[in-house]
T-cell receptor, first 112, second 116 residues
Framework: DQQVKQNSPSLSVQEGRISILNCDYT??????FLWYKKYPAEGPTFLIS?????DKNEDGRFTVFLNKSAKHLSLHIVPSQPGDSAVYFC???????????FGQGTTLQVKP | DTEVTQTPKHLVMGMTNKKSLKCEQH?????MYWYKQKAKKPPELMFV???????INESVPSRFSPECPNSSLLNLHLHALQPEDSALYLC???????????????FGEGSRLTVL
């Protein structure tokens, strides 16, 4: 039973356009949501997070939106750059143990 | 230095072998983690060490034996593994208590294990 789901395994966008990556969750006890980015042969690196008490968090080209009633979050990248091509993992945390529950990941390809 | 270093990067072992994965960090973190990621699946937590003591074991089979000899090192000892244990093993570290919500969980590149 997967508590965090990313239903799109891949996404391809043109450079300069918006990339929208989606994530759904089932556990209403999650209080933080995070996005990690992973290049091949590297470990995941933190990108941006959002608390469950907020509906939007912005950091440069990256914005995460949270819809608690729909148990849905999305990551917007504007404008998309070829260097953004990577696997993006959505993750959730609901306690202070450091445990993260990850989604399956979405592979983003940004074409020049 | 914000690196978590894992060795070896690749490991092939037979089901009767005994091998170890190693992880090292020098960020002064007192929490260290092992995650396992199978192909096309999300990373899943295996173990958490806090202050060199095992604080979380996610019902991992005993053929995986973690060890935290000091605050900078984390090992994963492997014995009598099965082919289905083939996966990418990711080490991570953070301060304790962990503030993972602001991204203070740093991952290594992973050790890719193949069990024949």
């Amino acid at each position: 039973d997967q508590q965090v789901k990313q239903n799109s395994p891949s996404l391809s966008v043109q450079e300069g356009r918006i990339s929208i990556l989606n994530c759904d969750y089932t556990n209403s006890m999650f209080d933080y949501f995070l996005w990690y980015k992973k290049y091949p042969a590297e470990g995941p690196t933190f990108l941006i997070s959002i608390s469950s008490i907020k509906d939007k968090n912005e950091d440069g080209r990256f914005t995460v939106f949270l819809n608690k009633s729909a148990k849905h979050l999305s990551l917007h990248i504007v404008p998309s750059q070829p260097g953004d091509s990577a696997v993006y993992f959505c993750a959730a945390s609901g306690d202070n143990t450091g445990k993260l529950i990850f989604g399956q990941g979405t592979t983003l390809q940004v074409k020049p | 230095d914000t690196e978590v270093t894992q060795t070896p990067k690749h490991l092939v072992m037979g089901m009767t072998n005994k091998k170890s994965l190693k992880c090292e960090q020098h960020m002064g973190h007192r929490a260290m983690y092992w995650y396992k990621q199978k192909a096309k699946k999300p990373p899943e937590l295996m173990f958490v060490y806090s202050y060199e003591k095992l604080s979380i074991n996610e019902s991992v089979p005993s053929r995986f034996s973690p060890e935290c000899p000091n605050s900078s090192l984390l090992n994963l000892h492997l014995h009598a593994l099965q082919p289905e244990d083939s996966a990418l093993y990711l080490c991570a570290s953070s301060h304790y208590p962990p503030n993972v919500n602001t991204g203070e969980l740093f991952f290594g590149e992973g050790s890719r294990l193949t069990v024949l």
